[in-house]
């Protein structure tokens, strides 16, 4: 569905941000990227969401190049970037301006009540707490109904409660109707309770170290026994990855 293949991004200056990438994500999963800062997951979305190029390899969606945006890729930011000159509902819309204004009008409609804010029609950014507005943020990417959906690290800047409703809520949102989802997150808990499939990287330069799938059920407990020692594994792999080289770091990609 979703391919990345012999991936390199340099960038003028030199810095080589990703080297020698190859993923492939299936149709409907949930896949999580973490690793520490530097490893290259915001160049890693940009890249599939076709806001940049790879220097050498290519990242395909259903079998052709993605070299610009395109309409089946939504992408969700760490800030809900909303337009303050813009009424909930006309953010939410913005995407969808190419189609009729009645078919306009039943999307947003829709998708606002899926989110939780179908009473907010009308009302302003300023009007919403942080949660609110990331709900919004959420409602703009689901309301072109992309077959994949992009999220960088869109709750980091919430408190733990907030945060932990909305990873639920995410979780219904895509039981829906099942996008693939690609996620970035320093939280390995946020990516234990949504992934079905963990990615950790290794940075300078960006590249797979381990790649895991727990055999945890959903939904998933914070505080089970299994999950929490998934949770102190990946954190160690993830301390390890984060660290500087002593010397020949390279690897092949683990399995688990």
Same mark, same amino acid.
């Given at each position: ?126 009007? %919403?707490?942080? &949660?609110?507005? =990331?709900?919004?943020? /959420? ?5 072109? +109904? #992309?077959?994949?959906? *992009? ?9 733990? %409660?907030?945060? &932990?409703?909305? =990873?639920?809520?995410? /979780? ?5 109707? +099942? #996008?693939?989802?690609? *996620? ?9 309770? %949504? ?20 055999? *945890? ?40």
């Amino acid at each position: 569905m979703l391919g990345i293949s012999n991936v390199d991004k340099r960038y003028p200056n030199g810095l080589l941000a990703l080297s020698g990438l190859n993923l492939d994500v299936a149709e409907g999963e949930i896949l999580a990227i973490v690793g520490g800062s530097g490893c290259g997951k915001s160049t890693l979305l940009r890249l599939i969401s076709g806001l940049d190029t790879p220097t050498t390899g290519t990242v395909t969606l259903d079998g052709t190049p993605v070299k610009e945006p395109r309409p089946e890729i939504g992408m969700v930011f760490q800030e809900p970037r909303l337009m303050p000159w813009l009424t909930i509902d006309q953010n939410v819309a913005f995407g969808i301006r190419h189609l009729p204004a009645e078919e306009q009008k039943a999307r947003v409609s829709e998708t606002l009540a899926r989110v939780g804010l179908a009473s907010h029609v009308g009302h302003w950014p300023r009007e %919403l707490s942080g &949660g609110q507005a =990331q709900r919004v943020a /959420l409602a703009r990417a689901l309301v072109g +109904r #992309p077959k994949v959906l *992009l999220l960088d690290e869109p709750f980091s800047a919430l408190d733990a %409660l907030t945060r &932990g409703d909305l =990873q639920d809520h995410l /979780l219904d949102l895509w039981a829906y109707d +099942r #996008p693939t989802m690609i *996620l970035v997150t320093h939280d390995i808990e946020e990516a234990l309770v %949504l992934a079905d499939r963990i990615v950790v990287m290794q940075p300078n330069p960006g590249r797979v170290r381990i790649e895991v799938t727990p055999p *945890l059920a959903r939904p998933r407990d914070r505080l089970d026994a299994e999950f929490l020692q998934w949770k102190y594994k990946l954190l160690g792999d993830l301390d390890h990855a984060s660290r500087p080289p002593t010397g020949d770091e390279s690897f092949p990609a683990v399995a688990i």
